[in-house]
């Protein structure tokens, strides 16, 4: 990922126990040359494939990639991950 323009650090508890800094990133929308518009998505060391996502435009393309982040870090919630906005701060999980 180049250029990164959404990132959310947080702390995250798995289900273990095991404690982890977690990085959520968004990077910048690319134009391809068929004219559809993507955007990266990281989630950090959470165990997931690297992903891309796609609109029809830039705004599209980054709204979705938000969207998959957001709905990623649910599902890791309902798999007994709990998320922090810091270690011993406030929950960040829905």
């Known amino acids: ?37 993507s955007a990266d998505v990281s989630l950090g060391v959470l165990p997931y494939k690297p992903f891309t ?9 980054l709204e979705l990639a938000m969207r998959y982040v957001a709905l990623q870090v649910e599902h890791f919630t309902e798999q007994g991950w709990r998320f922090f906005q810091e270690k011993g701060g406030e929950s960040a999980s829905r």
């Open 53 to 61: 996502v796609f609109g029809v435009d830039s705004w599209q393309a």
């Open 1 to 37: 990922m180049d250029t990164i323009v959404a990132r959310r650090c947080l702390f995250a508890i798995a289900p273990d126990g095991t404690e982890h800094e977690i990085v959520l990133a968004v990077g910048a929308p690319r134009l391809h040359p068929g004219g559809e518009w």
